[in-house]
């Protein structure tokens, strides 16, 4: 149980060009989704908070016009990187979970922007 | 504030040999502690977490964690080491009641030498 998916695994893309990557929790059903980013050799750096049904809360310096994120369901939240650019290259990893309890993470998602 | 240290930026151990990967944390109030584990180039996938109950906590693959309050510690251990072992290690902890997201341990590097 608690299995969460994420798409695409990894993706290219050209600069000013948007990029969404989908997050999903196949067995449960998700009250809050987290979004991740990750540098090499680097711990998790939180980007922002989701909560089903609602604006999503971004952690201070995220930008929240840039980083778009949508928890439209239960079992899905999405994040946009609109007009991406060679610095937001990194590694995205979103995690889920019920009521504020264990977070479960997703296989992640590298993104490239030439 | 909460946080959260991992001392050890890498640490080796031979095959066969129990290893420990060291965790310390700092909350006001009561701690929920997590240990997660990343293999290269993917999410991190939940190895157990200690809310509250025995100081001991037993997770998956074999690891087992000990909650010492005295010692603000959270220490991951294993009986004996497998190559597959080896992974990156986070210690996260989030405080009790607390609206706080986790936060994460830079990360422990765990290599298990054949």
């Known amino acids: 149980g608690a299995v969460v998916s994420q798409h695409p695994s990894w993706v290219i893309c050209k600069s000013g060009t948007s990029v969404k990557i989908e997050c999903r929790s196949l067995?449960?059903?998700?009250?809050?989704m987290f979004w991740y980013r990750q540098f090499p050799k680097q711990s998790l750096m939180l980007m922002a908070t989701?909560?089903?049904?609602?604006?999503?809360?971004?952690e201070q310096g995220v930008e929240k016009d840039k980083f778009l994120i949508n928890h439209a369901s239960l079992t899905l939240s999405t994040l946009t990187v609109t007009s991406a650019h060679p610095e937001d290259s990194s590694f995205y990893i979103c995690?889920?979970?019920?009521?504020?309890?264990?977070?479960?993470f997703g296989p992640g998602t590298r993104l490239l922007v030439l | 504030a909460q946080s959260v240290a991992q001392p050890e930026d890498q640490v080796n151990v031979a095959e066969g040999n129990p290893l420990t990967v060291k965790c310390t944390y700092s909350v006001s109030g009561n701690p929920y502690l997590f240990w997660y584990v990343q293999y290269p180039n993917r999410g991190l996938q939940f190895l157990l977490k200690y809310i509250t109950g025995d100081n001991l906590v037993k997770g998956s693959y074999g690891f087992e964690a000990e909650f010492n309050k005295s010692q603000t510690s959270f220490h991951l251990k294993k009986p004996s080491a497998l190559v597959s072992d080896s992974a990156l290690y986070f210690c996260?902890?989030?405080?009790?009641?607390?609206?706080?997201?986790?936060?994460f341990g830079s990360g422990t590097q765990l290599t298990v030498l054949p």
């Open positions: 989701s909560n089903e049904g609602s604006k999503a809360t971004y």
């Open positions: 067995d449960f059903q998700a009250t809050t």
């Open positions: 995690s889920a979970s019920w009521r504020q309890e264990t977070q479960y």
């Open positions: 996260a902890v989030r405080e009790e009641g607390s609206a706080r997201q986790l936060t």
